[in-house]
């Protein structure tokens, strides 16, 4: 069950409006790496966990993350508080509104022209949220590691953010959210590392022979020998064994019935190249009709 306070978890000061920064804004609404993103992934996490640690764990950071929306969804509204009324009283003149709408880098048409200043479930493009920002495969290991990566995303968003804004109460609420971000990496990591046997992620063991090799695939260069192809648990292999199967020859190969085998047959026959003529082709008539026309006094 849900509930909703009325007070915002961060306290929300906006010095002036600025249609063109809730613009922006809206990134982090209804954007891949946003705060409505972010919830749905750790609810539909939670509600099929079976851990029950984790399960609260990510309903607590889901119910978080709402709240964030709430805080981003109300500086959107802040910012283009003034630009709302103006707009639905219709107090500018034509050109006028399309100044401010694409002035100076404003570009704020999607907050005010398609949804009359409010925020919209878009990102700062004007591209509407999607599920498919939700990359769940209903397993902890794999799960928590993408949730780690998601939170180190926002926040890499909320830094360039508060880089694009000097105003202070705009700058401590995107604060506020980046700094949460960091904690729930934190908890995140703990959930994963908590689990015994974390990785490889899934329950089928690998095949040693091809999971500690690291595979020098590019040429050209003498080989930068580092932690990721030559430490711990990984051995770099300079040539890589082509096919890799020892008993194959590197060709697909497939089992096919008598039947298939003869109808696959008569279509190859069917449509065989005759390798023995030269067709002349459409391109070349035409260049030849160009060069006649040239040709011509």
Known sequence: M???????QYTVRVSETDPGLANLLLEQFGGPQGELAAAMRYFTQAVAEEDPGRK???YDIATEELSHLEVIGTIVAMLNRGA???????VDEQAELYRKLNGAGNDSHVTQVLYGGGPALTNSGGVPWTAAYIDSIGEPTADLRSNIAAEARAKIIYERLMNVTDDPGVREALGFLMTREIAHQKSFEKALYSISGNFPPGKL?????????YFKMSRGAPVVQAPWNSGTGL??????P???DPGGDGSASVQLSDVELATLQAMKERQASDTATDPRTGA??????????ESTP
């Open 84 to 90: 709302k009324g103006e707009l639905a009283e219709a």
């Open 235 to 240: 051995e770099l292999v300079e040539e890589p």
């Open 2 to 8: 849900f509930m909703h306070n009325k007070r915002l």
């Open 56 to 58: 609260d764990m990510l």
């Open 205 to 213: 063991p690998p095949v040693p022979e091809f999971s500690d090799a």
């Open 242 to 244: 082509i096919p890799a």
């Open 284 to 293: 070349e008539l035409g260049e030849m009709g160009a060069q006649d026309e």
